[in-house]
């Protein structure tokens, strides 16, 4: 069975600073990976998705990688600002596309 | 743009009543899924379709159904609400082509 784990759980960081957030999962046959994003009470917004053929995607400022061999993907924030503040979630799409799994988030404060 | 709409923002039901949660989606795609996401538990799937009439179990399908009559809304049902359905539930939506998934603002519910 799946499991996507994303570490730390929160962070903070000063405006400006790069951001990297972590995303493991066990099973490395997967179909894609998706990036979100989700507001306090709000819905997910779709950020990246990437393909298991793709190493990586961007979009802006945004760039996410992957690593099927190792089970990883990483999302890279540059220049980050305090509308960044949300927190950031992963999903693993199970082989046959559908499914996907999500990891528990992080919680990304840029302070001031 | 993509857009996901769900019936309710907010919901607040008793007991043992019958609840419906609407979600319409207006891109013509073949899958859409329900969620629900708990503090803690992070988001879990409870039911996709992948065409019209068709749906399949995901990993916390107890208490809930679902109906597909049209390709554009699926409705997730819960027979006889309980305390522990009390949840923010989440729609989405996705292309058979890359899987991406889009979701709607979600529905909190409440049951008392």
């Known amino acids: 069975k799946q499991e996507v784990t994303q570490i730390p759980a929160a962070l903070s960081v000063p405006e400006g600073e790069n951001l990297v957030l972590n995303c493991s999962f066990t099973?490395?046959?997967?179909?894609?990976l998706q990036w979100f994003r989700q507001d306090p009470g709000k819905g997910l917004t779709s950020l990246l998705l990437i393909q298991s053929s793709q190493r990586e995607q961007t979009s802006g400022r945004l760039n996410a990688s992957l690593d099927k061999s190792s089970g990883r993907s990483t999302l890279y924030i540059a220049a980050s600002q305090p509308g960044d503040s949300a927190t950031y979630l992963c999903a693993a799409g199970g082989a046959a596309g559908n499914k996907l799994t999500f990891g528990g988030g992080t919680r990304v404060l840029v302070k001031p | 743009d993509v857009k996901v709409t769900q019936s309710s923002r907010y919901l607040v039901k008793r007991t043992g009543e019958k609840v419906f949660l609407e979600c319409v989606q207006d891109?013509?795609?073949?899958?859409m899924f329900w969620y629900r996401q708990d503090p803690g538990l992070g988001l879990r799937l409870i039911y996709f379709?992948?065409?019209?009439?068709?749906?399949e179990k995901g990993d916390i399908p107890e208490g809930y159904s679902v109906s597909r009559e049209k390709k554009e809304r699926f409705s997730l049902i819960l027979e006889s609400a309980s305390t522990n359905q009390t949840s923010m539930y989440l729609c989405?939506?996705?292309?058979?082509?890359?899987?991406?998934?889009?979701f709607g603002p979600g529905t909190r519910l409440t049951v008392t």
């Open positions: 989405a939506s996705g292309t058979a082509l890359t899987y991406e998934q889009y």
């Open positions: 891109m013509d795609h073949e899958n």
């Open positions: 099973d490395s046959a997967i179909y894609n």
């Open positions: 379709s992948y065409d019209v009439k068709m749906k």
